[in-house]
């Protein structure tokens, strides 16, 4: 019997050895950052599915955020405290924007309006999100969302190219119809999709050829 196993686990090796093998990656920390879209209601369903990835979720969310989807939804999925403002970090058992920026794996910022891609390309930080975008060493990976001229508008798609030559990755937009009413360029990509991208971005490091 005892041959016999050894005989199997030679076999196993054998074949293991062609084959890409998986390294126990461990638990990832995603800084889901939401800005003020329409389509942010969506963000409940994106961080429903990194959790079940098995992922630690931490959202972020604008002020303007805030208008579209409660922080208390978002704390609910995640199970973890929502910032909003410099000023939850009063609150001790909150982690600070700081904290969060160097603990993140990933930081992905879905939807991604034009103000924030703007904001992020000139360098400002105003507000959390955009504090821990410049802070943080993690990929960051945008899902924009917004009206499609005000994606196609010149200015935007300079800000898009100088994010992307510092690295950082876009997902999207969409064609279809639009919130405003109008059908362009400019829909929110698909959130398993968006959530399979952050998830190859979690994991490409974790992955080797043996």
């Given amino acids: 019997m005892v041959a016999m ?14 084959k890409v093998v998986d390294i126990p990656a461990g638990r990832k920390s995603v800084v889901l950052g939401v800005t003020g879209s329409i389509a942010a209601y969506k963000s409940a369903e994106l961080a429903s599915l990194l959790v079940k990835q098995g992922h630690e979720v931490f959202a972020v969310m604008t002020h303007d955020a ?33 904290e969060l920026a160097d603990r993140a794996n990933l930081l992905l910022i879905a939807p991604a309006t034009a103000h924030i891609i703007a904001e992020l390309a000139h360098g400002l930080a105003g507000h959390p999100l955009a ?26 798609q300079e800000n898009v190219q ?11 937009p969409e064609e279809g119809m ?11 990509w698909k959130v398993d999709e968006i959530a399979f991208r952050a998830e190859f971005l979690l994991t490409r490091h974790d992955k080797l050829i043996a």
């Fill in 131 to 156: 504090a821990i975008a410049l802070t943080t060493r993690a990929p960051i990976l945008m899902a924009p969302a917004m009206n499609g001229k005000m994606w196609g508008h010149p200015a935007t």
């Fill in 66 to 98: 805030t208008e579209f989807i409660a922080p208390l939804t978002l704390q609910t999925l995640s199970k973890n405290p929502v910032m909003t403002s410099f000023f939850d970090e009063k609150e001790s058992w909150r982690p600070g924007h700081i």
């Fill in 178 to 188: 639009l919130a405003c009413g109008y059908e362009g360029l400019g829909r929110l």
């Fill in 162 to 172: 100088k994010l992307k030559a510092h690295g950082v990755e876009f997902i999207g």
């Fill in 5 to 18: 196993d050894k005989s199997s686990r030679r076999k196993l090796e054998k074949i293991s050895s062609r």
